[in-house]
């Protein structure tokens, strides 16, 4: 971990200078993503601490038990079942899916972040387990300029 110093596992769970003690971090990932490999998802969030949200779609080793809200901080997990999945194998691939940049334009996902940025509770905000093809984390939004 000395040498990685810019991996967020590295500092996980670290007391950091100018950095207030009571940080809340909400941590939401896809299933087969492409860009940020499960594994790295769910490492970085059992460093962190941080309570499984009910309403992720499985449940990865380390996370046995699960909140509907946690004023500490949360990981929640959806699924966009994407179409191409990424290789099992440790081998560099060349495209992306829909796992990335959809969950944080569904409705349901946005009024997740933006209640717990507003409050800092983090709460299950899918209708049932974050299947997102299944309609549980709402519509698409379209991506407009400057943000979501």
Do not use: Y
């Not at 940020?36 to 996370?63: E, K, M, Q, Y």
């Amino acid at each position: 971990m000395a040498l990685e110093p810019v991996d967020g596992a590295t500092v996980a769970g670290v007391a950091l200078p100018g950095v207030a003690p009571d940080k809340r971090l909400l941590v939401q990932t896809s299933l087969h993503d492409a860009s940020v490999p499960n594994l790295a998802s769910f490492d970085h969030a059992r460093s962190l601490g941080l309570p499984r949200l009910s309403s992720s779609v499985t449940a990865p080793w380390g996370f046995a038990s699960t909140v509907t809200t946690s004023d500490t901080g949360a990981f929640v997990i959806v699924d966009e079942h994407p179409a191409s999945l990424p290789p099992e194998t440790n081998e560099v691939f060349h495209f992306d899916t829909v796992a990335h940049d959809n969950p944080r334009r569904r409705t349901a996902l946005q009024a997740q972040m933006q209640a717990f940025w507003a409050t800092g509770t983090a709460a299950d905000t899918c209708t049932g387990a974050c299947d997102c093809t299944a309609g549980h984390c709402g519509p698409l939004r379209t991506a407009t300029h400057g943000g979501t």
